[in-house]
């Protein structure tokens, strides 16, 4: 097997299993969100109801991610990618067919499994096969799968929704998925195991526990009712949960997720400028649609093409940024990437309901060519830090940071977007008023305009205070998301800050127990 992981065409068909899985899995996750009302309407269930087709397999993913560093070391890392391509082609095939709400929980439930393992293995599978002096391109061109999905999804769940059968969206998987399979059981050589001492029951159970609490109630997004008692609950016994789970990792024996990595100084450094910059990519993913759509009057399939171009952007730069880390080491290419990001976001947040699409799309492609540049090399420089022993186990304790971050981030823009678009609201209705001769005249004009084809008087002013009121809830809904994608861009810029840190030479590779530290 050796001499096979030294050949130069295994490695890069290793590459291919792994982008395969990982480009199927992570498109589910944001592909789904546009088929929930015609799903409602065919199950014949409420919005409380089918938020458990999004829920389900978000909850499982977070359950199943800090399994896989152990589940890798305890049965082999290929066997653990092909069991989870399994799951996810299964899933995708029960939801296809699923014939009521209950039933495509059941196999959201499953395809998350599968999901949430995917991601986490093939990092490993990437570190495992590929040389540290080309790890750089080949997480490159992984990333492309990873980064791209997000953006392609709604483009593409919005043409079948349009124009084909609602449950393509997870059919399309199945050939997928099966061609996945079988590469995966060909190409794809088996690792070494490692030796495993024992599962660790008491940090699966408050992991597991904390975050589908955590997770639970920052799936609702946009809808979490914080004066609900549940809620509030929920969230404190998840924390607890967390704090229960890291005391014990910090003190047992074997591990299930080894916390002890982050004493790692550039790995730990990775995940922050890393999480950062997924908070800023889903934020504007989050944000933007409401724009565009609610705002602007797009259809979800228009506004899936009006940003894909930036997808292609990521997609251009990610190998061209992994190429150069190769060549000269993180810094290089890291800061340059955050700070057009940084500025994309800032421009982006200056857009008002008369910029045009072409501005947007600018603007969109400059984030992702920032985006593309900068995530695969400072997640690959903290990686590389790790000893190879331990890069399941980190590989899993970064999806589950990232994971929970990228949760975390969008609900905290959520909650901020709607409290700003409240309080922008009374600010504005404050102007119009019978004392604003501003404001009395626009009345007037309405009042005549609607009096002149025919309506009543009385008729007339409840018309045109309507139409008062809409502007005004528009323009704070503009103000809202306008202000919170400058609060993504705030976040942007700290990430710029922290690439300030990451060290000026290529990080190697370390081998033996001690961790090999950046200078």
């Not at 072409?358 to 992702?368: A, E, L, Q, S």
């Amino acid at each position: 097997m050796e001499s096979r992981k030294q050949d130069g065409l295994y490695k890069w068909l290793a590459l291919l299993v792994v982008v395969f899985g990982t480009f199927m899995a992570i498109l589910d996750t944001s592909i789904v969100n546009i088929a929930i009302p015609k799903m409602m309407s065919v199950f014949g269930v409420s919005a409380d109801e089918i938020k458990w087709v999004l829920t389900a397999y978000m909850l499982t993913m977070g359950a199943v991610i800090p399994l896989t560093g152990y589940l890798g070391d305890r049965f082999g890392t290929k066997k653990v990618y092909l069991w989870a391509l399994i799951a996810f082609t299964v899933g995708s095939a029960l939801c296809g067919f699923a014939w009521n709400n209950s039933s495509m929980i059941v196999a959201r439930i499953i395809q998350g499994i599968g999901g949430g393992m995917i991601m986490p293995v093939s990092m490993a599978i990437i570190y495992q096969v590929i040389p540290q002096e080309e790890r750089g391109m080949a997480l490159g061109i992984w990333g492309i799968a990873s980064m791209a999905a997000p953006a392609i999804g709604p483009t593409l769940s919005g043409y079948i929704v349009e124009h084909l059968d609602w449950r393509l969206i997870f059919t399309i998987n199945i050939p997928i998925g099966i061609v996945g399979v079988i590469l995966t059981a060909i190409l794809l050589e088996e690792f070494p195991k490692r030796p495993t001492k024992g599962f660790d029951l008491l940090g699966f159970v408050t992991v597991a526990g904390g975050l589908g609490c955590i997770l639970y109630v920052l799936g609702e997004g946009n809808s979490i009712d914080w004066s609900d008692f549940t809620n509030i609950f929920l969230l404190i016994t998840g924390v607890f949960g967390l704090i229960l789970f890291v005391a014990n990792e910090l003190t047992c024996e074997n591990p299930l997720l080894d916390l002890r990595i982050m004493k790692i100084w550039p790995f730990t450094l990775s995940i922050l400028i890393s999480s950062g910059i997924s908070i800023a990519l889903f934020g504007a993913i989050f944000l933007l649609p409401l724009f565009l759509q609610n705002l602007q009057g797009l259809t979800a399939m228009q506004t899936g093409m009006l940003l894909f171009p930036s997808a292609v952007a990521t997609a251009l730069t990610m190998p061209i940024g992994g190429k150069i880390f190769d060549k000269v080491g993180a810094k290089p290419v890291v800061i340059p990437g955050l700070i057009l990001l940084t500025y994309g976001t800032y421009e982006i947040s200056t857009i008002t309901l008369d910029t045009s699409a072409n501005t947007i799309i600018w603007f969109t492609v400059v984030r992702g060519l920032g985006m593309g540049l900068a995530m695969m090399p400072s997640t690959t420089a903290g990686m590389n830090a790790v000893p190879a022993h331990l890069i399941g186990r980190a590989s899993s304790l970064s999806n589950v940071i990232r994971q929970v971050a990228g949760s975390v981030g969008i609900t905290v823009l959520t909650t901020y977007m709607q409290n700003t678009q409240i309080a922008s609201y009374y600010r504005i209705s404050e102007q119009f008023n019978w004392f604003n001769p501003g404001s009395l005249q626009l009345f007037r004009m309405l009042q005549g305009m609607f009096s002149q084809s025919g309506i009543s008087a009385a008729e007339s002013q409840g018309v045109s205070l309507g139409i008062i009121h809409g502007l005004v809830q528009r323009q704070a809904a503009m103000l809202a998301i306008s202000d919170t994608l400058y609060l993504t861009c705030l976040i942007a810029l700290v990430t710029v800050f922290l690439s300030l840190f990451i060290g000026k030479k290529k990080t190697a590779q370390a081998s033996g127990e001690k961790p090999a530290i950046m200078d």
